[in-house]
């Protein structure tokens, strides 16, 4: 009789014991920011997203995150949660993306998440690439990111609150131009207004 409680307290403990570690394993990687990485301003990369010898922690928080999958050799992936100066994007504010050109890539896209999913687009518009963007008269290309309707090239940040981020996708890339991450030629991020 008296293993009993000894039995159920020692079950309560594992219990107990597992539930703290899995809350905190969904902590951890609960933000694909956690994912060391490189890049040009606010942007950041990470060399073996989508590796299979990559880390255990990069490779829960791809699989938590959802924003990543192929090897580099295929997509490289540059993600960001922030403007040039720094600022966390909000979906409250518009923002202004100005690219110099085409990225060093056979394709790409641009896209613009809340909480790691792409926006609700009553549009249809969840990312802008080579192939769709409009460009400037300079060969370079604006985009607009904002909960309200923009002129021109427009990504939808839609009504749903969240953590922002932007992420560039560079299908088949140069290897000679993307080996040095902090040179690709990624669009700036301006904020330009907040509601």
């Not at 899995?22 to 490189?38: M, Y």
């Not at 192939?131 to 090239?153: F, K």
């Amino acid at each position: 009789m008296r293993r009993l409680p000894c039995v159920l307290a020692l079950a309560a403990g594992a219990v107990a014991a597992s539930a703290g570690g899995a809350a905190i394993a969904w902590f951890i990687t609960g933000s694909a920011q956690t994912v060391e990485g490189r890049g040009p301003g606010p942007w950041s990369t990470a060399a073996k997203i989508g590796d299979s010898s990559t880390d255990m922690l990069t490779r829960a928080t791809v699989a938590r995150t959802g924003l990543w999958a192929l090897p580099p050799s295929e997509v490289i992936y540059f993600l960001t949660g922030k403007d040039d100066a720094g600022r966390p994007l909000d979906a409250r504010c518009t923002y202004e993306l100005k690219g110099r050109g085409d990225l060093p890539s056979r394709w790409w896209s641009i896209g613009a998440y809340v909480d790691y999913h792409f926006v609700d687009s009553p549009q249809g518009r969840y990312s802008y690439t080579k192939t769709n963007v409009a460009q400037d008269a300079d060969g370079g290309y604006t985009i607009r990111v904002s909960r309200t309707p923009q002129p021109g090239n427009w990504l939808p940040l839609g009504d749903k609150p969240g953590e922002v981020h932007l992420l560039t996708r560079l299908y088949q890339p140069d290897p000679a131009r993307t080996a040095v991450p902090e040179q690709v030629p990624l669009a700036s991020i301006t904020r330009l207004a907040c509601a």
